[in-house]
DNA sequence: CGTGCGGTTGATGATCATCAATTTTGGTGG
DNA sequence: CCACCAAAATTGATGATCATCAACCGCACG
């Protein structure tokens, strides 16, 4: 969809749907930086040229603004860009969140804490609770969670099927996963404790 | 300074001083997930409970506001919430940059990355090109690097040896830094080409 | 003069990356 | 509806990188 570099004169809003933010070393080395899911926003206001590759990885609709209006209307309006701080702010705390995930989680716990966070956001979008058992599709290739991920493609198929041999998880096709207990898989995920205020 | 989860009603912004933002796992891993140099901000409007570890790693000072009187004047004077808003964006991509060194570099590219970042803002701060030679004093312990990069603090003393062996830095007691080279080390951290539009 | 902290260096091992088949899956056209 | 194909995924063998465990150095400080 956009390119980093590209000249990007819109700011959006995801419908339905799911995209990805990437960076890429000159050498190909790729990392994700942010998963774009439904209700999330991608742009900024006050710069023209896009820092980041934006990819859709299923069908994908956005609301789309043209940034000049946009911009107007955040200096008319100050509680949109109330609202965006605050959102700006929540994409601050999930990216260092990322951080720990990166620097610090090992394969397993890495691929336990993707699992989780989606099945969350799939739960929250369906108004479900989550908590026991739990089923989705994943949005995403091996090789997308190995970008978000920091691993190898090979290194996640290893870990997914790990974690279905111990029961963690269930596999039904190559995308849909099933969870049959929601609190072992945070177990594995290696977050503290209830997990209150993440998101 | 401050606890994760501790309640925290300032905001402040550093005045000297060098002070680190933290989040641990329970087992006591431990990923730096912001590096707080003068002119930084920390706190969040509209939050009342530090989701991360503050600690000072030199003499600090700061310039704290009582976070409710800071929210008023958030409210009548727009222009402070789009000056925040445009500093959270600027925090959000050096998060998504710290983001791809974490899940892609290696540790030679990771402490390379390290070293440019702080004599940038170090050159930045005393109104000095970032060119040619250039030395400074490292805010850092091993350890906090180590944190800072995802590694070992082992790792990143052999990383320092080795770059240090390579001609690419000199070291002068623990803290001091020479760069005979900046653009050599520049190459060492695998970023693209000119780096032009980075902080 | 000991003690503790930060740092360096060495030996060894675990985890994850790499290289290389092979299998499964979902889609397409006959 | 089935056969075929390419992309995605799995699995195995091997190796590199970085973590771990451990010893040791130098310096500041009581």
Not at 33 to 42: I, K, R, T
Not at 95 to 124: D, F, P, Q
Not at 165 to 178: A, F, S
Request: net charge negative.
């Amino acid at each position: 969809m956009v390119w980093s570099g590209d000249r990007m004169d819109f700011v959006a809003s995801v419908v339905t749907g799911v995209a990805t933010l990437t960076q890429t070393m000159e050498d190909g080395r790729t990392q994700m930086v942010g998963l774009l899911l439904p209700s999330d926003f991608v742009g900024r206001p006050g710069r023209d040229h896009a820092p980041y590759n934006v990819t859709a990885t299923t069908d994908l609709m956005m609301c789309c603004f043209r940034k000049k209006p946009f911009e107007a209307m955040m200096l008319s309006t100050p509680h949109i860009g109330q609202r965006l701080l605050e959102m700006t702010l929540d994409e601050l705390d999930a990216a260092r969140e990322w951080m720990l995930l990166l620097g610090r989680k090992t394969a397993r716990e890495k691929i336990a804490s993707l699992l989780s966070i989606v099945a969350r956001r799939e739960a929250s979008l369906n108004l479900r609770g989550s908590r026991g058992k739990m089923d989705f599709d994943l949005p995403l290739t091996r090789e997308a969670m190995a970008d978000y991920l920091g691993l190898t493609l090979e290194t996640v198929s290893r870990q997914m099927s790990a974690l279905k041999r111990d029961g963690i998880i269930g596999l039904e096709g190559k995308r849909r996963v099933i969870i049959p207990d929601f609190d072992r898989l945070q177990d594995e995920a290696g977050d503290d404790t209830d997990g209150g205020y993440l998101v």
